[in-house]
Every structure is written in C-alpha cells, then in structure tokens.
C-alpha cells in the first residue's frame, strides 16, 4: 500500500478483467505520463480500445457503492505540436466498429500488427502484407505547432507539416511505454495555415473502471452503443451499458483543478487516466481534438456509501456558467436582505456539474437531469428549474454526452459527503 504510485503502463480495455496497481492509500497521489491518445491509436491496427490510457490503480478500502473524489493537481503538456482533423469509415478495413477492430482488406486479420514507412497518410502499413492500412479517411486534417510556453497554437502549411512529421517523436514527445503511431506522422495540411488558437489542456478520459471489461474509448453512455450486439470481440448487451461509469467525458472543464467525482462499481475503484486534449471546444463537433502527450498528478479521497451511477465534476469557479458561480458577496446580501424581508430564509447554495451520457444529445440531457434528481433527492421537474435559471448544460460531445452546471442546497451536498471539497 503506498501514497504514491507512478504509473507508465497504458492500456486499451477497462474492467474486472484488467488488473489494477497498488492499493493507493486513501489521500495517496497518483503521477502518470499518457501519449496522444486518439487520433494516433485510431491509425494503429493492432490497438482495440479507440484510446489508450493508464494502467488502472486501486485505492485502499474503496468499495462498490463509494464513490472516489479524483482531485487534479496538475496538468503539464509535453507535446510541441498535434495534428487532427475531420473523418469518415472506410469500408473493407474494419468489422463493426473501426476504432475497436481494424481489419487488413489483404490478409483479412483482424486487429493486425503495423509499422510506420515514410510520412503521408499511407505511412501505416500491415506487417504481413506491406500494404497500406487506416480503417479511416481523413476529410480536413491539419498540424499545429505550439509556442515554447504551450499556451498558443498555429496551423502549419504542407512543407512544414512534412517537416515535423519526419521527427514526429520530438515533437509529439510521447512516453517510452506508448502503444500507437504518431498522428503527426500523417503531415496533414488541408487548413489554411496561421490559423491561431489558444491552448488549455484538458483530460478526456478520467475515473474509475466499469463494471465489464470495456475498450475505453467507449465507456460512456453514447460510444458505448457501438458495443451493444457488436460482431466483434468486444461485443456486449444493452443492460451492460449500466456498468459503465462514463469516464470518457471530454469536457473541457475537466482540468487543472478541478475535481472528478466517480463511482466505485468494482472493488477498489480503480483510477485511470489518458487522452489530454490540448483545445476543446464545448461539443468536439469535428469528433476529435489535438491530443498532446503529459503528465497528470492527481490525489484520491474515498467517499464512503456516495452511490452514483456516473461523474460529478467540481470544475474551477471560471469554468462555471455565469448562472451558477457561487454569488459574490454582495449579491447574497441583497438576495438575503429580499428574503429576510417577506419573512424567509436564503438557501444557501454550491455549484456542481453532473454528467449524463446516452445514444443522442437529448438521452444525455434527460440522464443528467435524472443523476442530478437522485443524487439531490429532488423531483425531476424541481431539478429542470433549478437548472434552467441557476445552471447550464456544456456539451462534452454532440454524440451524447453533456455536464449539467447547477445549484444544490449545501445541506444536502453535507448529507452525501461532498461539500467539503467544493
């Protein structure tokens, strides 16, 4: 049992079957080093999870109806330059799901090793046949180079994006322990060049491991659908998606401090990270983002007999909508002073942003509205008010998965065990 433990192995399937380091004392820190974490391993056969993301650690005395708050203590990015972009399936080289398995149309192995020749995006090719192979086409792909600071980004054009492709690892700078091609090796170019933007790194995947073995990348309530009847290995039933825990958030809010709060539903909770977004904006509507190579230094607090069905995040105070930040002091005295004036008392209230997942946008909305009622023992139609003029909705992804900002009574955030860490 320790109070700290590095963590350098990454892995593709979450799970009981996947074994956990540790036991982490309880107010133990864990430290990880993740690679770019999406584009890449969508471009690498033999990966099955969609994703890669650390080995998972177990947390001393977690059991199954806890909960385990996951407080992010820092967050460094390490890569100088991502690449992303718009995509479409390509038919013949996959078999149901080609994030899960990607299959060479020449040896028709499923899931097949690979190597890296040259740069372009024929660069993948199968270890058996030396042919080309991407279970994917990239529409609208692009490089972006960052500022010594990694505060700012620019789109690069085709002779530069030649150019990092051919040190892809200096620039992408990813861990001894990675598991996919680099992205960068791809030199995507299809955007105008000088195009800046800012550069604030989130965690797209981050909590603890479901209660069936899962490729990661689909542990939430709308990825998770491709799973359901799958032809694949990976296949699972439609009651099984109850045992996810919709770790893979993609929120933007999701950052240096702030706080995940995430279910225990195996023994040990079992706390994993990975896919460190360098800019996303509230939806990923292009379906993915500039995943950068990092660290993550996190530390873990038990929250004994906290039952929840999925993440509650407690996101810094400038992440909040401007509806539900917590009421400067002036503003609570008028608001009190108003009370106190028609003979009641003010409520006193706190900020949290519950995430809710399923097959569309609106399956999110109504299951995060349903956690949020549960969790504060209140009507539905109680809980739609309260967010409607004290809260908001950010969009992790338009496939189905959102973080419902809202005001709940402190009392009650005292009762479930978590006022203390808002």
Sequence with gaps: MGKEIRVEELVEIVGPGNGMLGPLRDGGRILSTTEPACCG????????????????VGVEGAKVGDAIAIK?????TLSTASASGTDRRRDGYYVG????AKRCPSCGEINPRSYVEGIGRDAVKCAKCKIPIRAFEITCGYTALFSSDRKIGVTVPGETAASIAMEADRYAAPPK???AHSVLRLALADMPPGIAMRIRPSIGNIGTVPAVDIPYSHNCGDLGQLLVGAPHGHGIRQEDLTSRTDAHMDLATVREGATVIAPVKVEGGGIYMGDINAAAGGGLVAGHSLDVSGEISVEVEVIRGLEMEGPVVLPNEEDLPFLSRPFKKGEESKASELAKEHGFELEELAPVQVVGSGPTLNDAVNSGLGRIARLAEMRPEEVRNRATV?????????????????????GKLEDIGIAHLI
């Design 41 to 56: 391993p969508m471009f690498t056969p033999e990966l099955r999870g969609g994703h890669t993301v650390t080995r998972p």
């Design 72 to 76: 992010i203590k820092r967050l460094r």
């Design 97 to 100: 799901d080609p994030f899960i």
């Design 177 to 179: 322990t990675r598991k």
């Design 390 to 410: 004290g809260g908001g909705i950010e969009i992790g992804r338009v496939s189905g998965l959102v973080g419902i900002s809202v005001l709940l009574p402190v």
